[in-house]
């Protein structure tokens, strides 16, 4: 007679049914609530409205905090039984200590996690491992009145209640939980599955009439199947728990503060109860905020770290954006990152922890190396929406050949709920298991989770060497990675940049929070050198303690859902506001550092001088209009260095023959011709005797598309219904001085833009100088440039160099690529003729063709529903070149846009190390290589110089430092020194020779 099949939902139902009988309720808590907007500090609980609670009962509504008072007795009937606290508010809690500690966190159940990766609510706190009874209950609890995601969950009391635990069912549940989990993703007929299978089946039995007898027999046949072991392994897996904390998403920044402290507190509690578990957490700005919150619980994570028990992971200060963010600021995002951990922990960061950003610049190998970080975890690109990145373990090789060894973890998650599936998924899915022995498993749950909860650590225990599953070890990632590293010579090398191919809206999405970016990481970079200026001139200080303030609140505001635009509408009322503080306060900085700087000049005799200084290494020869009156000028100012002009005097202007209408701007190089529609009909190139723009079509079209997208991600179809227009409603023509101008007035539905058109004699420039007040719902603003040139690729300027990239659509990878980064300029060139799009706070664009489409606004309702709603500003160019992009050296035009000249008026000279009239502080001998940097160094009286070669051609340059000196020598991007460097003439030249795309720092020792 055959037997009876086993049905897979007889065994879930008698799980569930196990799980049923894990706690007995005893007593109810009782709860005083004291509810506040805001949170408030311990010292604090009590001053918010007072609330009498029972389970049902609502206390607040989103966002809104309180502090809980639970008391309550032990029944006397619990004697010699294990008593628990069963709790869920329906938000995230936080449980105190008497001196006002977080003990532990405990979330609700009820949350919007994916539940494939299990239950995210942690709801039990233990009390007594074995009551007396009698013992009084009292804990006092912070709530925030959200779930995990910032959800809002009816606001009312889950439960709050005693109860007992029956451990072992509790047992008993992960026995079968895992066995269970076992057979149904093994996915054979093995006569191991079978037998697991048929003890599952005995035990549901035997469970039909429930005792203490039926529990212990049902133990025993399971642990019969838990106690078969592995043999030699093929693979193992190293296993490491993780609390993925955004810093800000669906949430704001301050709840993040005590999103850290509940996950922290639940870590090191679970670490006291399971001897085997490690965990690890990135970046060192949550670890500042515990550190400056919670000083006690912040020492218990310094102690398990100095155990081995909890792991500091990740090389930087936050786990950033790396499309948007600039070459230096990432820079600094691994100097402060490593810093901190060094300082706080003795640690050397060796791995770069980024498991959620939003793609990889082809500049980060180059910048890690430098910093001493040869490892990359992320597992973002199994996101890809078209192809499938084709290893979980490679070297990353970046734009200048620096090779980082790369990891993706094969499960493809940082949550992952440690069942045998995962460990199934991450052998059966592994792409490189035939040259890997090793593979990494990252679980818990994240954005303030707790991370690892007890059923992770559970189930860790019996899967970590169970005949079947590749053996599993809780260990370091980096000591992980160390092992991966002792096979390097059999991995596959990917080279460039690690291209996400989703979230491309997130380089538009929130373009005033992209703005005050670019605008405050030039802003810095000038505050930096001017304040090294007159540091080097002894006529002032350098605000070391303050810039460091600013670069890590900056460095913040790069996290992957802030400045990427992917956050709640609070969050960028808040950045926006912070930022605008900021750049106020660099601006203030930087003018006080040039007067102190200015101060060592003398003014020549002249009545009123003023001192321009340019920061750039290169002369600048502009048209500047210095007090906005009229009186423009012609300077010439050397390259990062000053020179003296005398105010008072107007001096004449010659004709420069220049023509404005609104048909028609010109002047001796270029003429622009408009179409009624206000868009461009020709830019005709005077020297080169060809137009700039394809035959036939137009140019700076402001098309409107429908994009009933969210902030990550626009529909791929966008494009297919095509688009609409602004319409012309009003032009306006003149002159002003050197500049033929023309400004347009367009409208739209609700919105409404204005463009000061204009072009400059002596240039080829045309820029386009935008504000706008943008009122539409679900709809994307573009500018359209199409070009007449014939290339296959376009050139994008990335931090410190330029990526190619397809123009045509041949394989699903180019077309994965539709909408890509650049930072200042976007370049289509054939040899002999280029043109390029300059911009001073654009990301976004599609190259297809010839046509370059500058990506300005979009305007989604998820989760910002005023996404871009508002008014901006915001400035890009077109500008015709002879040659290709590097011949016409596009990269200086891309600084020029963003770098404006600084004028100082100053009275007189107070003394100083400096000469007067023109100077240059430092200067480069050589083409195809710019100073990103100059700044005081972290921990000497030394100025650090940062240099990168632009064309990606090997270069020589002779680097002058005209400023009092001892010695020079370069160092690496941590700023330890490498070599001494000698100087090549008695002027104090350095000659310093790059390969393509490399960066060079130099220490010049004051």
């Known amino acids: 007679m055959p037997h009876t099949p086993i049905k897979m939902d007889v065994l879930r139902k008698t799980l569930r049914g196990i799980e049923s009988r894990i706690y007995t309720t005893i007593a109810s808590l009782d709860m005083t609530a004291y509810a506040t907007k805001e949170p408030v500090g311990f010292a604090e609980r009590q001053s918010g409205e007072r609330l009498e609670l029972r389970a049902g009962d609502k206390w607040g509504e989103r966002w809104d905090c309180a502090w809980f008072h639970f008391r309550g007795l032990v029944p006397e009937s619990a004697a010699g039984r294990k008593v628990v606290l069963l709790i869920d508010v329906n938000g995230e809690l936080c449980v105190f200590d008497e001196e006002g500690t977080p003990v532990r966190g405990l979330t609700n159940v ?58 072992e069912i509790r047992q008993l549940y992960y026995d079968y939980e895992v066995l269970l989990d076992y057979v149904e993703h093994i996915g054979d007929q093995s006569a191991r599955t079978a037998r697991i299978q048929q003890a599952l089946y005995e035990v549901h039995l035997l469970l039909r009439n429930p005792s203490d007898e039926a529990v212990a027999e049902s133990r025993r046949l399971l642990g019969l199947e838990l106690a078969k072991r592995g043999g030699d392994p093929t693979m193992t897996a190293s ?53 400056e919150q919670h000083p006690k619980l912040y020492a218990q994570i310094k102690q398990r770290v100095a155990e081995g028990r909890w792991e500091v992971q990740g090389a930087m200060w936050v786990e950033p954006d790396s499309n948007i963010a600039g070459g230096e600021a990432l820079v600094r995002q691994i100097l402060h990152g490593k810093r901190f951990f060094k300082q706080e922990f003795g640690l050397d960061m060796r791995m770069l922890w980024v498991p959620d950003i939003f793609g990889y610049s082809a500049a980060l190998p180059q910048l890690l ?38 990891h993706l973890p094969p499960e493809d998650t940082y949550n992952g709920p440690a069942l045998p599936r995962s460990i199934l998924k991450a052998e059966r899915d592994y792409y490189d298991k035939n040259v890997s022995d090793h593979a990494l498993v990252v679980f818990g ?44 010579g059999r991995y596959k090398t990917w080279k460039g940049e690690l291209y996400l191919e989703k979230h491309q809206g997130t380089l538009t999405s929130q373009a005033r929070n992209k703005r005050f970016n670019r605008k405050l990481e030039k802003a810095l970079r000038e505050l930096e050198f001017a304040a090294s200026l007159a540091f080097a001139a002894g006529t002032g200080s350098y605000p070391a303690q303050e810039l460091d303030a600013i670069w890590k609140e900056m460095l913040l505001y790069q996290f992957h859902d802030i400045l990427p635009g992917s956050s709640i509408t609070r969050v960028f009322d808040e950045s926006l506001a912070r930022y605008e503080a900021l750049l106020g306060r660099v601006k203030e900085l930087t003018a006080a550092a040039y007067q102190d700087a200015a101060s060592a000049m003398a003014p020549s005799g002249a009545e009123r001088p003023a001192v321009l200084f340019n920061s750039l290494p290169w002369e600048r020869k502009e048209w500047i209009n210095a007090a906005g009156d009229g009186a423009w000028r012609e300077v010439a100012v050397p390259a990062a260095g000053y020179a003296v002009i005398d105010t008072a005097s107007r001096p004449a202007l010659p004709d420069f023959g220049l023509i404005s209408s609104a048909e028609l701007l010109e002047n001796d190089l270029v003429r622009v011709t408009f179409l009624a529609d206000g868009s461009i009909g020709s830019v005709y190139d005077k020297a080169l005797r060809r137009d700039v723009l394809a035959p036939g079509e137009r140019a700076n079209v402001l098309a409107i598309y429908h994009d009933d997208g969210d902030a990550w991600d626009f529909p791929e179809d966008y494009a297919a219904a095509g688009y609409a227009q602004m319409t012309l409603t009003e032009s306006h023509a003149y002159l002003d001085g050197p500049q033929a101008v023309v400004e347009q007035r367009y409208a739209y539905g609700r919105s409404t833009l204005t463009q000061r058109i204009s072009l400059t004699a002596g240039s080829k420039q045309v820029t386009f100088a935008t504000e706008a007040d943008w009122q539409e719902d679900e709809r994307m603003l573009r500018a359209i440039f199409p070009l007449n040139v014939y290339t296959e690729a376009v050139n994008c300027e990335i931090q410190f160099g330029h990526l190619r990239r397809p123009t045509h659509r041949n394989t699903m990878w180019d077309y994965a690529k539709d909408e890509v980064a650049a930072h200042q300029w976007i370049d289509l060139s054939q040899p002999d003729f280029g043109a390029a799009i300059l911009n001073d706070c654009k990301y976004g664009y599609s190259a297809n063709g010839h046509t370059i489409s500058v990506h300005l606004l979009r305007s989604p309702s998820y989760p910002d529903p005023a996404c871009d709603r508002a008014r901006h500003a915001f400035n890009y160019a077109l500008l015709p070149h002879e040659g290709d992009f590097i011949a016409a050296e596009v990269y200086k035009a891309g600084y020029e846009f963003n770098t404006p000249l600084a004028v100082v008026e100053t009275g007189g000279s107070q003394g100083g190390k400096l000469p007067a009239e023109r100077f240059s502080a430092i200067a480069l001998e050589g083409a195809g290589v710019m100073i990103e940097a100059v700044k005081k160094a972290e921990d000497e009286n030394a100025l650090v110089v940062r240099l990168y070669e632009t064309s990606g051609a090997s270069a020589a340059v002779s680097l002058q430092v005209n400023l009092d000196h001892a010695s020079a020598a370069l160092a690496d991007l941590m700023e330890q020194e490498t070599d001494v460097l000698s100087a090549a003439d008695a002027g104090g030249g350095y000659e310093l020779r790059f390969a393509p795309f490399e960066i060079k720092t130099v220490k010049v020792h004051l």
């Not at 013992?135 to 709530?143: F, G, K, R, S, V």
């Not at 910093?371 to 734009?399: A, C, I, R």
């Not at 005949?467 to 070890?473: F, H, I, S, T, Y």
């Open 110 to 167: 009820n949350s919007e996690f994916d539940l494939t990766l299990g239950l995210p609510g942690k709801r039990v706190f233990p009390f007594a491992e074995r009551a007396a009874g009698g013992e009084t209950i009292d804990l006092w609890a912070d709530a925030g009145n959200n779930d995990l995601f910032g959800f809002y969950r009816s606001g009312t009391v889950k439960e709050a209640d005693v109860a007992i635990c029956h451990e």
């Open 239 to 291: 296993a490491v728990g993780h609390a993925h904390i955004d810093l800000a998403w669906l949430w704001p920044i301050r709840e993040t503060y005590r999103k850290g402290a509940r996950t922290f507190a639940t870590v090191l509690r679970n670490m006291e109860q399971y001897p085997d578990y490690v965990f690890g957490a990135s970046q060192p700005q949550l670890y500042q905020w515990v550190k």
């Open 369 to 406: 190396k430098q910093s001493g970080v040869d490892y990359v975890m992320t597992q973002k690109l199994s996101w890809s929406v078209h192809n499938d990145h084709p290893h979980h373990t490679f070297f990353w090789e970046g734009l200048d050949g620096s090779r980082v060894l790369t």
């Open 445 to 488: 749950i994240g954005d303030g989770g707790g991370g690892p909860g007890e059923e992770h650590l559970e189930r860790l225990a019996r899967v970590k060497n169970l005949q079947g599953l590749m053996p599993v070890k809780q260990e370091h990632a980096i000591d992980f990675f160390d092992k991966l590293n002792a096979n390097a």
